[in-house]
T-cell receptor, first 115, second 109 residues
Framework: GAGVSQTPSNKVTEKGKYVELRCDPI?????LYWYRQSLGQGPEFLIY????????DSGLPNDRFFAVRPEGSVSTLKIQRTERGDSAVYLC?????????????FGSGTRLTVV | KQEVTQIPAALSVPEGENLVLNCSFT??????LQWFRQDPGKGLTSLLL?????REQTSGRLNASLDKSSGRSTLYIAASQPGDSATYLC????????FGTGTRLQVFP
């Protein structure tokens, strides 16, 4: 596609529920990144993929968070047993390759609200 | 660990003024530095990307400079317009992008 697509744009869920957030990167981009942005803060790194493998997941806050990219294109961020503190905007970005210094292109984000 | 700081946190100016937004980073071993614009409730729009070997990049009324040795970048906005009102974020890439907290800019007519 022409840009990075994230769905849904908004998600409201109850505390304790499971949610999945989807990211469709730019076609041909091998690197994919997930960030989380809380109100008034800059985006914080969660995880990135080069191809199908998670190359760096050091930003995932705990084991309730997990992400996959099984075919090296679309990625899903999965959050189990959601907590109110998980409420934030989840941003996805892609880049032509992580090994080369290309810029990132971001999607519009998914606003997650846990009630 | 890379840390990125942006000053000022907020800025309100009349239309037509020339502006300088500041960004500093602690680890000078960066691949590149990227400036973004974020409108309320929206995603990030890339404005300028400066590679580590470059000193500056220009796009229209925007000019970004990079001084790796001192760990600083500045975004210069010429002849500001109300449509420039947004939050401006800088991000340093030392393996992945690390963001500052942004400068919230308001340009009033």
């Amino acid at each position: 596609g022409a840009g990075v697509s994230q769905t849904p744009s908004n998600k409201v869920t109850e505390k304790g529920k499971y949610v999945e957030l989807r990211c469709d990167p730019i076609s041909g981009h091998t690197a994919l990144y997930w960030y989380r942005q809380s109100l008034g803060q800059g985006p914080e790194f969660l995880i990135y993929f080069q191809g199908t493998g998670a190359a760096d997941d050091s930003g995932l806050p705990n084991d309730r968070f997990f992400a996959v990219r099984p075919e090296g294109s679309v990625s899903t961020l999965k959050i189990q047993r959601t907590e109110r503190g998980d409420s934030a905007v989840y941003l996805c970005a892609s880049s032509l390759s992580h090994r080369l210094p290309y810029g990132y292109t971001f999607g519009s984000g998914t606003r997650l609200t846990v009630v | 660990k890379q840390e990125v700081t942006q000053i000022p946190a907020a800025l309100s100016v009349p239309e037509g003024e020339n502006l300088v937004l500041n960004c500093s980073f602690t680890d000078s071993a960066i691949y590149n530095l990227q400036w973004f614009r974020q409108d309320p409730g929206k995603g990030l729009t890339s404005l300028l990307l400066i590679q580590s070997s470059q000193r500056e990049q220009t796009s229209g009324r925007l000019n970004a400079s990079l001084d790796k040795s001192s760990g600083r970048s500045t975004l210069y906005i010429a002849a500001s317009q109300p449509g420039d009102s947004a939050t401006y974020l800088c991000a340093a890439n030392t393996d992945k992008l690390i963001f500052g907290t942004g400068t919230r800019l308001q340009v009033f007519p």
